[in-house]
Nanobody, 117 residues
Framework: QVQLVESGGGLVQPGGSLRVSCAAS????????MGWYCQAPGKQRELVAT???????NYADSVKGRFTISSYNARNMVYLQMNSLKPEDTAVYYC???????????WGKGTLVTVSS
């Protein structure tokens, strides 16, 4: 089992920055991909960014050039640095960890990011 705990959400003005963090614990040796997803009210959960244990990253087109995903110690911590935030970035941001070998996805409970003046 893998446990994921997100933190760092909050209220930020348009154009501002925020960093959300995800702390992973448990059987993290089995994790090979971690990522951030967001879900706005009334919408489906969608990909924001992913990072592999080898450091390869992938971003949704809507956040390219504004958001940066990074990790510390490969699997223990994953961060999402969000710059130039827009009101449409308002959502609950969820951390996801993937054990590809066993086809298991783990999710955190999410952290709310609100972009508003």
């Amino acid at each position: 089992q893998v446990q994921l705990v997100e933190s760092g959400g909050g209220l930020v003005q348009p154009g501002g920055s925020l960093r959300v963090s995800c702390a992973a614990s448990g059987s993290i040796f089995s994790i090979n991909v971690m990522g951030w997803y967001c879900q706005a009210p009334g919408k489906q959960r969608e990909l924001v960014a992913t990072i592999t244990s080898g450091g390869n990253t992938n971003y949704a087109d809507s956040v390219k050039g504004r958001f940066t995903i990074s990790s510390y110690n490969a699997r223990n911590m994953v961060y999402l640095q969000m710059n130039s935030l827009k009101p449409e970035d308002t959502a609950v941001y969820y951390c996801k960890a993937v054990d590809s070998a066993r086809s298991i996805n783990y999710w955190g409970k999410g952290t709310l990011v609100t972009v508003s003046s």
